[in-house]
């Protein structure tokens, strides 16, 4: 594969999370996007057949790269499983309190939008949260095994602690403080006592 091509798709990728992130799906266009990663606009469709696909692939991406750095705080047996929930979940409080406040968090930003305008980019939103959650219950599964935790049904577990953090995370975007994050974290330490 021709790296500079690679390149050039992967710069129109991270130019649009970043104004995406900060602005929404539809208050971002195309010419905002290219004209920020200095890109002329047949490159854009030479890697992305509409905007609808750009939306998909970045999300894809998203996801996968969210996946790999669960599958790297999540996959260390020497910690017990408890503990590597806590630190997900301190993370992502921590992101809040140093200014992240969703901006980099697409599923945040972007769900309730992008529900309603693209049933494609729903359904990748959709799956890409299905993979989190199902890496959140494997999690909570090896605890049961280590005997760090002691849930019932680690499916439903996970779906609810990612629920619970996802309503936080809007209210702290409403709010502009992270009371409900922090609100979120008792709440999480209370489903997850041992």
Excluded at 163 to 169: D, E, I, K, Q
Aim: net charge neutral; with cysteine.
């Amino acid at each position: 594969m021709n790296v500079r091509r690679d390149n050039t798709r992967q710069l129109i990728l991270d130019t649009g999370h970043r104004l995406i992130a900060a602005r929404g799906f539809a208050g971002v266009g195309l010419a905002e996007i290219l004209a920020d990663a200095q890109v002329p606009k047949g490159s854009f469709y030479h890697y992305f057949g509409s905007k609808e696909q750009y939306g998909q692939t970045l999300l894809q991406g998203y996801f996968d790269t969210c996946v790999l750095q669960l599958d790297q705080l999540f996959d260390d047996p020497a910690v017990p499983a408890r503990q590597r929930l806590l630190r997900y979940w301190q993370h992502w409080l921590s992101a809040h309190d140093e200014g992240c406040d969703g901006r980099r968090c697409l599923v945040v930003k972007l769900s309730a939008e992008v529900a309603d305008l693209s049933d494609a980019m729903r359904v990748t939103l959709r799956d890409g949260t299905e993979r989190v959650i199902g890496r959140i219950a494997r999690c909570i599964a090896a605890g049961r095994t280590d005997g760090s935790l002691c849930v019932v049904d680690p499916v439903a577990t996970a779906r609810t602690l990612y629920s619970l953090w996802l309503g936080a995370s809007l209210l702290a975007k409403l709010h502009r403080n992270s009371d409900a994050l922090r609100e979120a974290m008792v709440a999480t330490l209370v489903i997850l006592d041992p």
